[in-house]
Each structure stands twice: as C-alpha cells, then as structure tokens.
C-alpha cells in the first residue's frame, strides 16, 4: 500500500505519531527501540531461524539480515562513531531499502526522506516545532532550566542535523525532502496521525 518515512524535530512526539499513525493504517511502525529489539533478537544464535519462520514473528524482521543488524545494534548502542563510514552507510541503506520493499511501514528516522527520495508510493512527512517551544518542552521534561534547555535543543538537532549532512550531503529542512510538514506546535500527535493517515491515501492514489 504504501511506506511513510518521518524526519522529526526536537520535542516533536514523533514516537507517538508515528505509532498512533500505525495503528491508524495497521502498519508497522520502526524507530531505534524497535531496531534494538531486531538486532538483539538476531544476534540470539538459538532463536534466529525461528524468528525468520514464525508467522507470529513481526514481518519486518523477515527482512532484515544479521550482518545489517550487527551493525545496527551498535548505531542503537552509541558506537556507530567507531564503525567504518562506508560499512555503516551500506547497511543502514540496505535495512531501509528492505523495509521499503516489505511495505506498509513507517519508518522514523534513518534518513529515510534521502534513501527513499525517489521510491514511489512513498510519503515523506517532517514535523517542527517553533524555536521556543522546543526550549519550553525541554524545560519541562527534562527539567532544565532556560539555559539549559537551549543547550540540550541545540545539541540533540545538532547531532540530527550532522548525521543527514554526513551520510547523504543534505540539509535536513531542505523542502524539497517532504510531501508534507506538521507544525507540531498547533497539533496535537492525534491530529498530526489522521493528517498522515490523510495524505497518504492521496500519495498512492
């Protein structure tokens, strides 16, 4: 039917969005905690071949090999620093790529919106938030103060801002790399789900 990728801004709720979006469309939803749970369930020798054959199993995993998910248990583990940039690239690629061709997912994350650019059926989604209200949600939930606040903003778009630039030579508010941008200011995850939900029938029409 159809793939969703999501570019998220700090303070986004881009978790709760793309989950109430998956269940919305009775797709599968993947972010970095379901990339460790893959990852660490391949890398259990034991229980490896089951999992590709279970029918119960989540089909995601059916198409996702352990040399990917090797390297991928370190990306979720905060050592992708260490790993060769080539080897890495290759594999986040090809995990992406194999999501893509495992269809009715929404994949947040993972530069998505760059190696999914030009796949068909595909709907590319950013979601922003003002300037001061990412301050003032990071006030909040992780209790800061303004100073503070504005440091962990800065840091955590930062690291976001480099990983597209490095991996795939673009600025990650380029325009051009989404079909649809929700102020996540003036809408609430609900809302910003039937949105998705919305714009993607009109996507793969």
Same mark, same amino acid.
Not at 97 to 113: F, M, R, S
Not at 133 to 153: G, P, Q, R, S, Y
């Given at each position: 039917?159809?793939?969703?990728?999501?570019? #998220?801004?700090?303070?986004?709720?881009?978790?709760?969005?793309?989950?109430?979006? *998956?269940?919305? $469309?009775?797709?599968?939803? !993947?972010? /970095?905690?379901?990339?460790? #749970? !893959?990852?660490?369930?391949?890398?259990?020798?034991?229980?490896?071949?089951?999992?590709?054959? =279970?029918?119960?199993?989540?089909?995601?995993? +059916?198409?996702?090999?352990?040399?990917?998910?090797? @390297?991928?248990?370190?990306?979720?583990?905060?050592?992708?620093?260490?790993?060769?940039?080539? %080897?890495?690239?290759? *594999?986040? %690629? /090809? $995990?992406?790529?194999?999501?893509?061709?495992?269809?009715?997912?929404? @994949?947040?994350?993972?530069?998505?919106?760059?190696?999914? =650019?030009? /796949?068909?059926?595909?709907?590319?989604? +950013?979601? #922003?938030?003002?300037?001061?209200? %990412?301050?003032?949600?990071?006030?909040?939930?992780?209790?800061?103060?303004? =100073?503070? *606040?504005?440091?962990?903003?800065? %840091?955590?778009?930062?690291?976001?801002?480099?990983?597209?630039?490095?991996?795939?030579?673009?600025?990650?508010?380029?325009?051009? $790399?989404?079909? $649809?941008?929700?102020?996540?200011?003036?809408?609430?995850?609900?809302?910003? *789900?039937?949105?998705?939900?919305?714009?993607? #029938?009109?996507?793969?029409?």
């Amino acid at each position: 039917m159809g793939v969703i990728t999501i570019s #998220k801004e700090y303070g986004t709720e881009s978790a709760q969005v793309a989950s109430l979006a *998956a269940e919305k $469309l009775g797709y599968e939803y !993947i972010g /970095k905690h379901l990339l460790a #749970k !893959i990852a660490a369930e391949l890398n259990i020798s034991e229980s490896e071949a089951e999992i590709f054959t =279970k029918t119960s199993s989540s089909s995601l995993l +059916r198409y996702v090999d352990k040399y990917t998910c090797s @390297i991928v248990q370190k990306v979720v583990d905060g050592e992708y620093g260490c790993l060769d940039d080539d %080897k890495y690239y290759t *594999a986040t %690629k /090809k $995990l992406v790529e194999d999501l893509y061709d495992a269809d009715n997912v929404i @994949i947040l994350g993972w530069g998505g919106q760059c190696i999914l =650019k030009d /796949k068909p059926n595909v709907l590319h989604v +950013r979601l #922003k938030k003002d300037e001061e209200e %990412k301050i003032n949600f990071a006030m909040e939930t992780k209790k800061l103060d303004l =100073k503070k *606040a504005k440091k962990h903003v800065i %840091k955590e778009e930062e690291d976001l801002k480099t990983y597209i630039f490095h991996f795939f030579g673009k600025n990650w508010n380029d325009a051009d $790399l989404y079909d $649809l941008v929700i102020d996540m200011g003036k809408t609430s995850p609900e809302k910003a *789900a039937d949105i998705i939900c919305d714009n993607l #029938k009109h996507k793969i029409s």
